[in-house]
């Protein structure tokens, strides 16, 4: 099933209130037909196949590794056209902006958090444990935050 996702931020918690879908994350108030379109246009996107979402992920995952950012951006950024709901491309998108941000001595990752909770939303519960990709780029982005140290490339992917 598809999420309905807030054109504002990206976040997947829309709670219907009243006459209104209202974003837990950014507060921002959608009518019914509103969330009717939204929900239309996320399942119509791009329309790419399972196969080659498999390949962008792949290859996406090498980018990332390797440390060709705005490669890896790319390759989540076509994911997420297709399926708005799909963590691991959140995961990488997050990933990057971190990175991105870092290397240019900006440590505001709001973007990458933001990024990294929606990965979290849309995650199976199989893959919220100690031992997560998920996980493991929170803590990598929280430590860049604390240290203000951007000293290598994440290994979240492992």
Known sequence: MKKLVCELCGGVDLVKSGDLFVCQSC??????EAARKILDININMSGYSKKQIDNFMELASRALTSGNWNEALRYSQNILENDTGDYRAWLIKGAVTGCLNAING????????????????CAPEDQLNRQSPILKACLFFTEIYLTGAFTSTPSVMT
């Open 27 to 32: 507060g921002a108030k959608y009518t019914e």
């Open 106 to 121: 900006n440590y505001n990752l709001s973007e990458c958090v933001s990024c990294l909770t929606t990965a979290i939303s």
